[in-house]
């Protein structure tokens, strides 16, 4: 087997451990709610003014989810298999809609937020921070105070500051929701650049953190890989400068695809609460709505969801990396 | 020949001649840390100063007390206005800010031991221990801690401010665990470690009067990026509404403030000068992380 | 090859800058190894760094000229450096630590075809990776290694590697930038006998060898320059300054070498006091006198200068002196004779 092979078997290993770790917290955490949390939702909707029958329901599709008379691992079993089929539950505060469909429903808006904004930020960011690093001067030491500023910020801070300063202040762009209030979604030119408009100040807050996070540590890297020895001994061989940037920016890069998977996770959850600050109605609204509402069920999928693809991005960018590091990729165990 | 190189000016802390007097030593201490030190240090302490001394120079009590309408402009009496419930923003920061930080330095503390403990026993001892050790690291740092935060706070039966602290605490400390290890690592292979070992001292006293006392200056970086990133995790924690219940910090005033419509009405003065305070808090405290490394490597010093 | 009062110094970011190398005339001939020996901090790498134009951003060439066979003399100040052109197929450089010279993430094959696409951009890679593997078999290197990635192979052989592809294009001066002083003995000797075969071979035609191994020096080299603060002192055959050292600073270098030869028997060996100077305000006229053991008042504040020709010289007010006098060049060795005799 060679030893990318026994990279990626390893690699794979990991994260299905992670996996069930991840499906273990998911399914036991909200069961430490003490009492009976069934009785305690049940009675919250009662004060909410839910009627007797949609309550009976709700009570008996609770017991049969939580399964409470069952022993502990038979449940988490019953859950794992509901999950693997797709079925994670019903919703409390919105009955009879079920999880998967509220998150089905929410889910584009935060992949067009989420996916532009990574890739967007990973390519520009760590561009910028190369070209800071090789060019120096003004354009570095300005650049840097501002990737500095940017990256320590919180994405939620930043969209606050951008929400209030565009959208109220100068009412440049709309400050909330997904598209105009009233109006239904659809395939029309109209719509769509109505959703547009909606979308620049969340994509903006959060593509331009991840841009200055991206170009610090791409400086950082650069810089180091500029006083090498192999550049020192590329230059004393007459290899030319732009030759010499491609070797920097690749080796640069390699320290980069590993941060990456980090930094998914926390825009991940940054992204969450820039979605809550402008009404955008992607997961995270749906997760701050879940919240108020204890609406356990809604919150659980939520989490699972993230939680698995923080641990599918991570490990695909694992592999990445495995494939373009050719010291991972070219050796055979046994050398 | 000196016609070829620009004028050397003599060098004038080389010049034995200079009077040593309080203000030219203190000069001397001034720039031997960067203005960025200098900078961040103030910052810092300027916070620091803020939560912790604010909350008896105003002389309010409480910061739930309703002062006045809701949503009201700044004015002579509440410098920040009014909040939804019509408290005085004002107090509210400063209390605010103390409650973050207090949650932030206790999450601080606790991830900061758990890292070190655990990066200390897996440095030190090596082979099975440490692939173990490492292993629930990285299971830990891939799970994206927000999530957790987000259970955890649920399955609580209170949420009070050592609860939040604690519940941060445990999930963020991955980070100083593997930073500590690598260094105990390189550490454990001194000679003095194994000078130590010879002379029969047992291992709990080689890790921590051999191993330790080299990482100080790792365990107090560590420390503060723990600490910033407690005081975010709280913020975004109360963001969601699963922040303290009994207590304002700056991520339950953004929290009410979003709930209540501050930003479509307007009333920048419930969500600005949080957000802005946050963002300040953070930036200090990475950048004086970044410049401690030249505190403790006095080679990294300007002159 | 001619190289003709190189002046550099580094930038720094208070006071003044240092001046690593200030005023190095050599000469070298076709068919000769140059060893540059001398102290850390004498300058010696950062004439290698002006040489190859492979210096950290922060280094400043002030003055210097460089003229090589029929070629026009390149104004080093002015270019920054030995231009691009020149690097690799006239004059090489061979760095101290080839453990990391090779870029981690090409094979080396490819990095050896870019090496010689630089310079031949019609070459194409089959033709590029036959020369250099033809190069490697013939000195000694199996010519797989070209698949392999730099951290697949040895340190000494990585050092071999790095010479074969330093060299690839026969240039005429290769600049080994101490190249022995990482490896292990059997290493370092495998080195040596590659660079003989290259010279024997004519793919290089001069080297310029710096160390501080002087014993090294003295088994290769044709000839022996010592270079002290940033200056080269004495110049002269590889015998003459082993034997007969005209510098006190040389003297003081040869002296401290230990040689099982009955020859030496009943020299005195003595060391020095105090430390190399600071470079960013050097003594005033001859830079070695504040630790010289026959300083004369004249040398604290007037620069010794150079009588001799360019491949035979040293500067010290005693050579001077003796010139006047009608004596042979034998420098300050007349004084030690003298203080030999004289002792009890």
């Not at chain 2, 990285?138 to 039966?157: Q, R």
């Not at chain 3, 280094?59 to 691009?84: F, K, M, N, Y």
């Not at chain 3, 194409?124 to 000195?139: D, F, S, V």
């Amino acid at each position: 087997m060679s030893q990318f092979q026994f990279y990626v078997a390893k690699k794979a290993g990991w994260f299905l451990v992670a996996f069930v770790i991840a499906l273990a917290l998911n399914f036991y955490l909200p069961r430490m709610i003490p009492g009976n949390p069934v009785d305690a939702i049940v009675s919250q909707m009662a004060a909410g003014g839910a009627d007797a029958a949609s309550m009976e329901a709700i009570y008996e599709t609770y017991i049969q989810e939580f399964g409470l008379d069952k022993p502990l691992l038979l449940q988490f079993f019953a859950y794992v298999g509901n999950v693997f089929q797709g079925d994670l539950g019903t919703s409390f505060a919105l009955y009879p809609a079920d999880v998967r469909g509220l998150i089905a429903d929410a889910l584009p808006w935060t992949i067009a937020l989420q996916l532009p904004a990574i890739l967007v930020g990973w390519i520009l960011g760590n561009a910028l921070g190369a070209i800071a690093a090789y060019k120096g001067g003004w354009f570095d030491r300005g650049g840097f105070i501002a990737s500095l500023f940017l990256s320590s910020m919180p994405y939620y801070a930043f969209a606050i500051l951008l929400l209030y300063l565009v959208a109220v202040r100068w009412d440049l762009l709309p400050a909330a929701g997904g598209y105009s209030f009233g109006t239904e979604p659809s395939f029309s030119w109209s719509f769509i650049t109505d959703a547009a408009d909606h979308y620049w100040l969340p994509f903006l807050s959060l593509v331009l953190i991840f841009v200055g996070g991206q170009a610090i540590g791409m400086r950082s890297m650069a810089i180091y890989e500029l006083s090498s020895d192999y550049v020192e001994f590329s230059r004393g061989v007459g290899i030319s400068d732009s030759r010499i940037v491609r070797y920097i920016f690749r080796n640069a890069m390699l320290p980069q695809v590993t941060g990456l998977a980090l930094s998914i996770g926390s825009l991940v959850g940054g992204a969450l609460i820039t979605e809550v600050v402008f009404s955008y109605p992607g997961i995270g609204s749906l997760l701050f709505g879940a919240i108020r509402q204890n609406d356990y069920p809604v919150i659980q999928g939520i989490t699972l969801l993230i939680m698995a693809t923080v641990l599918a991005a991570n490990f695909l960018v694992d592999i990445a990396y495995g494939f373009i590091d050719p010291r991972i990729r070219a050796a055979q165990t046994g050398t | 020949m000196s016609t070829v190189f620009p004028s050397a000016a003599p060098d004038a802390a080389l010049d034995p001649d200079a009077k040593s007097s309080i203000l030219g030593r203190l000069h001397r201490l001034a720039t031997q840390f960067s203005p960025r030190f200098w900078f961040a240090l103030a910052l810092t302490l300027a916070v620091l100063f803020f939560g912790f001394v604010g909350p008896y120079l105003t002389g309010v009590e409480d910061p739930d007390q309703i002062v006045g309408g809701l949503y009201m402009d700044p004015s002579a009496d509440a410098w920040l206005g009014t909040d939804n419930f019509g408290q005085d923003v004002f107090t509210q920061l400063i209390y605010g800010t103390r409650t973050s930080l207090i949650i932030g330095i206790i999450a601080g503390l606790v991830a900061t031991f758990i890292g070190v403990v655990i990066g200390i026993s897996a440095g030190f001892y090596g082979g099975i221990v440490e692939e173990a050790l490492m292993g629930v690291t990285n299971v830990v740092i891939t799970i994206p801690s927000i999530v957790v935060l987000i259970l955890l706070s649920i399955a609580i039966d209170s949420r009070s401010i050592f609860a939040i602290a604690i519940i941060i605490g445990i999930t963020s400390w991955p980070w100083t665990a593997r930073a500590v290890r690598a260094q105990a690592s390189s550490v454990r292979t001194r000679e003095h470690v194994d000078l130590a070992r010879l002379t029969g001292a047992n291992t709990f006293s080689l890790m921590v009067f051999e191993v330790l006392p080299y990482m100080l200056s790792y365990i107090v970086m560590a420390f503060v990026l723990q600490l910033t990133s407690s005081i975010l995790q709280e913020a975004a924690l109360s963001m969601l509404g699963l922040g303290p219940s009994d207590s304002i910090s700056l991520g339950v005033m953004l929290f009410w403030a979003l709930l209540w419509e501050s930003i479509r009405t307007g009333a920048w003065w419930a969500f600005v000068p949080p957000a802005i305070f946050l963002t300040l808090i953070a930036f200090a405290l990475l950048l004086l992380q970044s410049s401690l490394d030249e505190v403790f490597n006095p080679r990294l010093r300007e002159s | 090859m001619q190289v003709r009062d190189v002046r550099a110094y580094y930038e720094t970011r208070h006071g003044p800058p240092i001046r690593a190398v200030d005023g190095v005339t050599l000469d070298l001939e076709h068919g000769e190894i140059l060893g540059i020996v001398g102290e850390s901090g004498c300058g010696k790498s950062t004439l290698a760094a002006v040489l190859s134009a492979s210096g950290p951003p922060n280094l400043q060439i002030a003055s210097g000229h460089l003229t090589l066979d029929d070629r026009e003399t390149v104004d080093l100040a002015r270019s920054g450096g030995t231009p691009r052109e020149w690097r690799g197929n006239v004059v090489s450089l061979l760095p101290q630590r080839a453990l990391n010279s090779l870029n981690p993430t090409a094979r080396i094959g490819d990095y050896a075809y870019d090496v010689v696409r630089a310079h031949n951009e019609k070459m194409r890679k089959r033709e590029a990776l036959e020369l250099a593997g033809g190069r490697m078999e013939q000195l000694g290197l199996p010519s797989r290694v070209l698949d392999h990635y730099p951290h697949q192979l040895s340190g000494g052989m990585r050092q071999r590697v790095v010479t074969v592809i330093a060299t690839l294009l026969n240039p005429t001066v290769l600049i080994a930038d101490e190249p022995t002083s990482a490896l292990d003995v059997s290493s370092q000797k495998a080195l040596i006998l590659m660079l003989d075969k290259m010279m024997e071979e004519g793919m290089i035609s001069r080297i310029i060898f710096i160390t501080h191994d002087l014993a090294l020096l003295s088994n290769i080299a044709n000839r022996v320059a010592v270079m002290y603060a940033g200056e080269i002192v004495e110049v002269g055959t590889t015998r003459e300054v082993v034997r007969r050292p005209e510098h006190p600073y040389s003297k003081a270098l040869i002296g401290s070498t230990l040689e099982p030869d009955p020859e030496q028997r009943g020299q005195v060996i003595y060391g020095l006091e105090g430390s190399s100077p600071d470079m960013r305000n050097p003594p005033p006229g001859c830079r070695f006198h504040p630790r010289c053991p026959y300083v004369m008042d004249v040398c604290t504040h007037e620069v010794p200068p150079r009588m001799d020709p360019e491949h035979n010289y040293a500067t010290c007010w005693w050579v001077k002196k003796e010139a006047e006098q009608g004596h042979e060049t034998g420098g300050v060795n007349r004084v030690t004779d003298e203080r030999i005799a004289a002792a009890p």
